[in-house]
């Protein structure tokens, strides 16, 4: 709103001959005043001449403009209006009183006094400006763009109307017309900071973010003070460099204290930095400054939950939603879905999010085509987690497992490489992998367009680092929404959403914009090649108690309710000695949730918490845990896939959308539904229950683990058939001209589906105790064998450990029968083969043949389960005559290409009486499903005074009862292992058998195992 020069040339004509001269110097002075900001002295000077001339119109026009530069805009709108009465063809009141309309949002009225303008003067570059101004706040960018043009062309140094030209250009999705604008306003007023801020904004969507920090700070270095560069700045820098955005954010706060966005946006550089208490004051005081922004408002409270700061939650919950129902414009779809929520509140908050992101922008036609058979469908996959992240560590198998003689797989990243191992894996289970983070979104479009990408998947919906703006272009024909969003999109330009029966059923449909395409189990892929640790903690080295059951819950912090804390902290109560174990999420949770538990009563101790770990060691960390408990209305997504792939039973509460699903669907699929209640009431009774009842929980334990390899959930071959019948059909159903319709995927009619074969091999049961046949051998602890390195689908999951009575000998429940152990023999572990790792190995053979040696030092050596041989090679070192037996072939061939002897039976199948000075058993005597027959075997092929060498685990060692007590015991686990021995029980099998046993160490060999020479009596 400048002045004019008929405005400056303006005298006053007092009545008061006397006065005229005085009036003329403090209108002078006014102006001067004005025009240097210091509008308080101005104010005075008009004043006093509109006391002497109530109707100075330019008293009241400057007065009014004074008001409106405080921000008083109703008074401005009347002192103006009064000076236009004075001068009815006074054209500068009327484009400024359009200004002034517009800041009161009253864009008809701004419009008709900008048009009198216009009519008045035709020339008057400045009306046509606010004009624009008045149809941009309608959305009416094409008249506003008109109305920047025109003014441009009256003064081609008018700075603000080239800038608003830009600025619209850049919003009907012209950028490299505003670009045009921007530079040619450059050459013109090459002193204007304007032209370099509108330019860097250009210049930043279309992802040029060099260029557009340069424009920024050159905008900077022409005005210093311009704090709305500041912040652009920031957000420009955000991408990456978030110290450096945190200080651009700063300088606009320090330049203008009460600019509320740049305290919301420095909030976000601090998120991003980790530093969340910061960020939730920034984010708080950007709400204190201006509480009408809603979407801010959502955010802190998001930002709230994920620190577990519930004080006032629920009444800030309940006021939010009561505002979203009214106006939803600029609220984030993600920070709701932890809100209670429904289905079509949903609908409504991403409607509008997908309509801000998609407005004038121009899509891609692809033209239709009859879908022939012959030729490969070519699948997109657009996200930024092609890294390790939770996402990729679920997707990973289903990309290699593609059918790549009928699909060309291609993905689209616009996220960064991390150099992972993961990373690596996805970039090789793709046909093509394109990096499009460099192309803006209508570049990116265009690329995928291009490469005539049939169906489009959208993996990142509105999660952290999506960039909706390039499936809003419609790139291909047919667009889905999967997996990385759990809720509908809202968006017109995605078709489907790939769900299930369960998470999203079709009664539903009315709440999705997207058509539903059910998969026949669950809709979420799973890796089966996720590695989990061999290594699994202490539970000292987590922070667990020795005894006491384990809750856990290792959500995000987010996802936790008060409500919910409520139920686990009245199972702790009713649980003695119970912990519950929790992600250490960030640096303020730990503390809110002591602080939560003392609220209710409970010791803070009683909370532990889990440091983030690498995949591998977490999913270890499970086997710690006693029971798994969801969250609600935000269920467990890949953390419950996590707890049920690492044998950790799960309860959860089914909600009403699609969030709250999650972990029911995948309960279901892996065979477990009694573990999905169906109100927070039923989830509580049967936790208590759980944790009250080992054996039911057992019973639950061993069924997941069982079913792991033979149901749905884990098998990603014939999830990768489904999904591909479902893309085939989405595809057919376009090409062929029909509109995008729900449907489900039948489950596949070809092979039998996984969990239906291999047929199972069960173990023999013992009758009676095998060492002293005593028939008290009640059942004392059951293992999970899934991890173990020779465990086949076929075998059992679990191990069943009994104790005799009579004698104490502990051994498993039964044993495999000759074709279950040609099942486990036919795999050989690495470690197992000969010449592994045997040079280091060889020094401690060196010192076990040395120990026997001081008792019979020369003769035939018979070496059982040899493995890698190493320790009958140094045998043979020493100068005895080896001799190796062993149940795998392989490792038989290869002893016998190597000119030595060896024999393919077990031990009592051997009929070499007498023969040997020496027989080692090292690690075999507890694999023998009846030991007691291997040591008469032993007794038979020794001579007199023979030596017999044993190693094996020793319960009766500290090691061993810590390693129990920690339920981290390897042994109870190991498949072929169905005896556990004490010194004492072994000394007097061996007594039993004809042995004397001569010598004891503690093996360097094997953990936790003993060494026994044994010389065989007369």
């Known amino acids: 709103m400048a002045l004019t020069q008929r405005e400056t040339n303006t005298t006053a004509r007092p009545e008061d001959p006397s006065r005229a001269a005085e009036i003329q110097q403090d209108l002078a002075n006014a102006l001067e005043y004005y025009r240097a900001g210091r509008y308080g002295e101005a104010h005075r000077l008009y004043a006093d001449v509109l006391a002497a001339q109530p109707d100075h119109f330019l008293c009241l026009h400057h007065l009014g403009l004074i008001a409106h530069q405080r921000g008083d805009h109703e008074s401005a709108a009347r002192l103006v209006a009064r000076a236009v009465a004075a001068k009815p063809d006074y054209v500068e009141a009327l484009s400024n009183l359009g200004a002034i309309f517009r800041a009161l949002r009253r864009p008809d009225d701004s419009i008709a006094a900008t048009r009198r303008a216009i009519d008045l003067d035709p020339n008057c570059a400045q009306a046509y400006s606010n004009l624009g101004n008045a149809f941009e706040d309608q959305g009416l960018l094409g008249d506003a763009l008109d109305a920047y043009r025109r003014a441009a062309a009256l003064n081609p140094r008018f700075v603000e109307a080239h800038a608003n030209a830009a600025n619209v250009l850049r919003k009907l999705n012209r950028p490299q017309e505003a670009v045009a604008v921007c530079e040619a306003i450059i050459s013109q007023r090459p002193d204007a900071p304007e032209p370099y801020f509108n330019l860097g904004n250009v210049l930043r969507e279309l992802c040029r973010p060099g260029p557009a920090i340069e424009a920024y700070r050159r905008a900077i270095a022409l005005r210093p003070d311009f704090a709305e560069v500041y912040v652009n700045l920031g957000n420009a820098l955000q991408d990456e460099e978030y110290e450096e955005a945190s200080a651009a954010y700063r300088e606009a706060i320090a330049l203008r204290p009460a600019m509320a966005e740049a305290h919301a946006n420095l909030g976000a550089a601090l998120e991003n930095l980790g530093r969340l208490g910061e960020a939730i004051d920034c984010f708080a005081a950007a709400v204190k400054l201006d509480p009408e922004m809603l979407p801010i408002r959502v955010w802190l409270q998001h930002k709230r939950r994920l620190v577990c700061d519930w004080d006032g939650i629920k009444n800030e919950e309940a006021e939010l939603s009561a505002l979203i129902a009214q106006n939803c414009e600029g609220v984030h779809p993600f920070a709701v879905l932890s809100m209670a929520t429904t289905a079509a509140d949903q609908l409504q908050i991403c409607r509008s999010h997908a309509a801000a992101v998609s407005t004038r922008l121009e899509h891609f036609t692809p033209a239709r085509e009859v879908y022939e058979g012959g030729r490969k469908l070519r699948i997109g996959y657009l996200s930024s987690d092609f890294c390790r992240h939770a996402t990729a560590l679920l997707m990973a198998e289903l990309f290699e497992r593609h059918d790549k003689t009928r699909f060309e797989i291609i993905a689209y990243s616009h996220g960064p490489d991390d150099f992972s191992a993961l990373g690596a894996r996805l970039r090789a289970a793709f046909d093509e992998f394109v990096d499009v983070r460099a192309l803006s979104d209508d570049a990116a479009a265009a690329r995928i367009h291009a490469d005539r990408i049939d169906v489009l998947i959208e993996l990142k919906g509105y999660t952290k680092g999506a960039r909706t703006g390039i499936s809003a272009r419609r790139p291909a024909p047919v667009q889905v929404n999967f997996l990385g969003f759990p809720g509908t999109m809202g968006a017109t330009f995605i078709d489907y959403i790939i769900a299930d029966p369960f998470v999203l059923p079709f009664d539903q449909q009315e709440f999705f914009s997207e058509k539903i395409a059910h998969l026949p189990h669950c809709y979420q892929p799973n890796d089966t090649q996720r590695v989990i640790s061999e290594l699994t903690p202490t539970r000292a080295a987590c922070g667990l108690p020795e005894h006491g059951f384990v809750f856990c819950s290792f959500n995000n912090t987010y996802k936790i309710t008060p409500d919910f804390f409520d139920i686990w902290m009245r199972l702790l109560a009713n649980i003695p000695g119970s912990v519950l174990w929790l992600l250490d999420a960030n640096a303020l949770v730990k503390d809110n949730l002591r602080k939560e538990a003392a609220r209710r009563g409970l010791d803070p101790d009683r909370l532990v918490f889990a440091p983030k770990q690498a995949s591998p060691e977490h999913l270890a960390r499970h086997r710690l845990a006693d029971l798994f408990l969801d969250t609600s209305p935000y269920n467990a997504h890949t953390t419950a896939s996590d707890a049920l792939w690492a044998g950790l039973p799960l309860l959860t509460y089914a909600g009403e959308t699609f969030a709250g699903r999650v972990a029911g669907s995948l309960l279901r699929a892996v065979g477990l539904p009694e573990l999905v209640t169906d109100s927070p009431a039923a989830y509580e009774a049967m936790a208590l229950r759980l944790a009250s009842a080992p054996g039911l929980l057992q019973t639950f334990r061993h069924r997941l683990l069982g079913n792991l390899r033979r149901t749905p959930l884990f098998d990603i071959e014939a999830y990768t058939r489904h999904l ?254 169905y005896h556990n021995f004490t010194r004492r029980r072994l000394y007097a099998l061996l007594d039993a058998h004809g042995f004397e046993p001569v010598e004891y160490g503690v093996s360097e060999r094997y953990r936790l195992c003993m060494e026994v020479i044994a010389i065989r009596r007369e």
């Not at 099942?823 to 470690?831: G, S, T």
């Not at 190995?841 to 040899?866: C, K, N, T, Y």
């Not at 090679?873 to 190597?898: C, I, M």
């Not at 020794?942 to 020793?954: K, Q, T």
Request: aromatic letters at 8%.
């Open 724 to 977: 591909e019948a479902a893309l085939t059909q989405m595809w057919e159903t376009w090409a062929n001209g029909g509109e995008p319709r729900a449907f489900a995927v039948a489950p596949s009619p070809g092979a039998p589906a996984r969990h239906t074969e291999p047929r199972r091999i069960e173990r023999i049961d013992y009758p009676a105790c095998p060492l002293c046949e005593s028939r008290d051998i009640p059942l004392v602890l059951g293992a999970d064998c899934t991890a173990h390195a020779l465990y086949q689908p076929s075998l059992p999951p679990v191990m069943n450990w009994r104790e005799c009575g009579a004698c104490g000998h502990v051994f498993t429940q039964g044993y495999f029968g000759p074709e279950a152990a040609a099942l486990i023999f036919e795999k050989i572990h690495p470690n197992q083969t000969v010449g592994h790792d045997m040079e280091r190995q060889r020094p401690v053979s060196g010192r076990m043949v040395e120990r026997i040696a001081r008792h019979v030092p020369r003769g035939r050596w018979l070496d059982v389960g040899f493995g890698n041989c190493s320790l009958l090679f140094t045998a043979e070192e020493w100068g005895y005559q080896p001799v190796g037996l062993d149940l795998r072939a392989a490792n038989v061939e290869t002893l016998n290409r190597l000119g030595l002897e060896a024999h393919c039976v077990s031990i009592e199948d051997l009929d070499h009486a007498g023969r040997y000075d020496v027989i080692s058993m090292a690690d075999v005597l507890e694999h023998l499903p009846f030991p007691k027959r291997g040591l008469a075997a032993a007794y038979r092929l020794l001579r007199p005074r023979g030596a017999l060498f044993l190693s094996m685990p020793n319960m009766e060692n500290m090691v061993w009862r810590l390693l129990h007590s920690n339920k981290v015991n390897p042994y109870w686990g190991e498949i072929e292992h």
